[in-house]
């Protein structure tokens, strides 16, 4: 037998550790070393979610239902594939506007309405009951377990009254720890560090002692899960639990439960405050989104095994089924683990009541209490940060109080879960509103409550009022005839709808009418300003330029300061105040008129201590001329898309300057080059043009100077003359040439040309060169004719340079030139091919270039002007073909070029 | 922008998935008394499913998915 102080003082200790790890998260956080900001911790505070009902609850679902217990933990685990677009959503909108409840979100959503906020917290502190009662209920019957050990017959029996009531003092207690736990000092921050430690820690312990329990039970009492389910078939009643026909409502209530555990997971007012309001960092979701499903298989693997032993174990009805991972071990006097075991319990259970409560108490205080007294004129100075305090010690106190209520008026004639599913049910009602409300921006304020409300006392008629026929307070022909005798009232079978299971049935009257509610009233009636800004705000939170302007600046620092004094204290608010002016760079004086983003600084600091809602109403107290009119909140939204407009335009301009920069860049670059092209042509024409001038001048300066020349001399000379001078004539035409080509000014006589008769014409002109020479020639030219649109003169001038450079080069006596003409089906092509000496690699890309000459022939300078080329190049560019040459060197050339056929 | 809603695709995509597999029909058809290697094969397929969806977060949410260099995924020669 278990001494009754063991187990207390070993509960006592329990949660003194809980408290020193509190503190020491606490300090380290003060001291801006926080343990908690890493996913890991972020997943077990999430573990939050696992309370009594998984680590007592579970088991007793799963003997009597098989899987049924498993949509619970399904459920989070679709739903957590969701948190990084969902969750992360959320935590933005949270971070930004410094929500610290449900409540508060649901309210800064619709307009910061503080009706919004209420029913949020009433919905919430109702709906909760159930499930703090399930936690008391389980802490309870744990500890009366223990204390009648190793009896396991007589914990039934047990008559209470409400001060020998164990669960009455669990409530106390857990109460006391929850006030030392989140209210030692009220905050401007709505997050805390010491709590999410002291939650991660119960996690790991519960996990630990429900599977040390469900190893003891496989392992050891059985040997291994194959031991243990080839038991199975010798048990009537268990071969139902291996398959699906166990449960209750079938496929279609374990449907229904993953989508409320899915809702749950993020929606219930504890599971909010871990998921939203304690989160440290928003990429601590990437990991928590798989890490928190694997937390949840990890818990559940052994509750099947576990129930499956009290099964076989226990005489049918002994035992509560609820209670097997303790009865187990104590079944084979396994003292230390059965302590070990409750204690695993004990975390599991407060957890869940230490979050809960908190996060409700912050919600009576700033979404009910105070918007009631902050309209109070009486209380409009006076410093309200202890009363804040008291509220929040007071809303937990009471919380806990109606939880025992609701245990001593129902909770034992229900089992764990369906307790807990009641609430789940109720939790659910918000997701409609915070779903909608940050993806549509039309949900509005009147929709909202609407919906709430309609869910809420849709709930209460399907589910609550029920379960007080249950237990004996209202009659029976309620269930059975329903109210007033209306059949179609029948709380279960409302308008005759008796296809479903009870949750089934509530599950889908409550979210019709919420969402029907939220949509066709939002779809009606119309929103004031402020819900439109705030639904803006919330949609938009991810692409949001933030527009600080919603207040008129006109009151003075001084009064500002004083409001947040307050609240949170005189110390905290001048170091907020001088955070802000430092991390601002500026100077704040006390008398300055604050500027709107202080204006919108202090509400927001004020939203951390009491929320959205009533920090509008404060700030609006001190800021003279209120908020702005609706007519100017639609100017600033007005101008804030004009300036987005504007910027966005200018933006679109410096794109279309820079590009037109860039092409003037390049404009400029090819102006200098073609300048630079200028003079070099002026200068090499220059040079070319002195050479025979200055033959021509120093012949006839001879001729001139001495009479006495021979006949022969004189002749001579006279020819030197004659052919400088042709030369100087044929550069000058062709310098013309090629300046009326560029230009643009040459005249063009373009006509029907047979090009075969053009070369023979051209050969004809140059057939005197040939035989100088003794040059072979070999034509190819088509026997049928060949038309293109050319210029006739230009077109033999392009072949008859062609063929004279090739003649130039060649060898006199062994030269060889051939001549071919050929056509395809849309051009002609010309080659002239040499035997001379070829042109080195380097030089043919340069051959076409204005005054290029080949250097290195052992002939030395040829005699052209090396405008030939170019003067080809051009003309074939005129007519649309291509002109080039290869060349190997040493073997001989072959220039080329193509016309377009008529 | 194109890769966050690439990544939120596919998340949406493996949510189906496992609301898919973890109900009504495809879940009908383990729902039998048949024992595998000694277990219920119901309890099988739900924790089987449910490691596997929590791989397939835990893979799609990786943290800098880089994509792994091109000559490790060739198949080594002879076993094509």
Redesign the interface.
Known sequence: MLQEWVILLVSICYLGTLFAIAYYADKRADAGRSIISNPYIYTLSIAVYCTAWTFYGSVGRAAGTG?SF?PIY?GP??M???W??ILRKIIRIAKVYRVTSIADFIASRYGKSTLAGGLVTIIAVVGIMPYISLQLKAISTSFNVLHHYPALESIKQQKTTMWNDTAFSVAMILAAFSILFGTRNIDATERHEGMVAAIAFESIVKLIAFSAAGIYVTFIMFDG???L??W?PHYNEL?NL???DALPGG?TN??TL?FLSMMAIMFLPRQFQVLVVENVNEDHV??A??LF??YL?LIN?FV?PIAMAGNMLFPEGLIDPDIFVLTLPISENQEILTIFIYLGGLSAATGMVIIATIALSTMVCNDLVMPVLLRMQSLQRVDLSKALLTIRRGSIILVLLLGYMYFRLIGESYTLVSMGLVSFTAAAQFAPPILIGIYWKGANRKGAICGLLAGFIMWAYTLVLPSFVRSGWLPTSFLENGPFGLELLIPYKLLGLDMFDPITHSVFWTMLVNIGSLVSISLLSRQNAIERIQAALFVDVFSQVKDTRIWRGTALVAELKNLIARFVGKKKADKAFSDYAKTRGIYLSERVQADASLVEFAERQLSGAIGAASARVMVSSVVEGESVSLHEVMQILDETSQVIEYSHRLEEKSKELEAATLELQAVNTRLKELDRMKDEFVSTVSHELRTPLTSVRAFSEILHDNQDLSEDERRKFLSIILKESERLTRLTNQILDLAKFESGKTQWVMERVELSEVVTEALDSVSQLFLEKKIELTQKVPHESVFIRADRDRIIQVVINLISNAVKFCEPENGKVTVHLTKNRTSIRMDVTDNGPGIPNSEQKHIFEKFYQLQDLNKGKPGGSGLGLAICQRIIKYHGGKIWVKSSPGVGATFSFTLPKF | MNKSSS??ER??F??II??LA???PL??II???V?L????V??LY??FI??C??????FT?R?NPRPKPLSKKTPPPGKL
């Open positions: 899987v498993l399904i685990t679709l957590a594939s969701l990084w677009i899960p194959d031991d389910f080839s199975v071969s291996i398959v699906m496929y374990w449907f993953t990437r990991k989104a798989w499903p694997l298989l693997i099947i | 990544l939120n998340l949406v493996i949510l496992g609301i973890l109900n009504y879940m009908a729902d039998k008394p024992f290697k000694g277990i219920p119901l309890y739900l924790f449910w490691s969806f929590i791989g397939l977060v835990a949410l943290k």
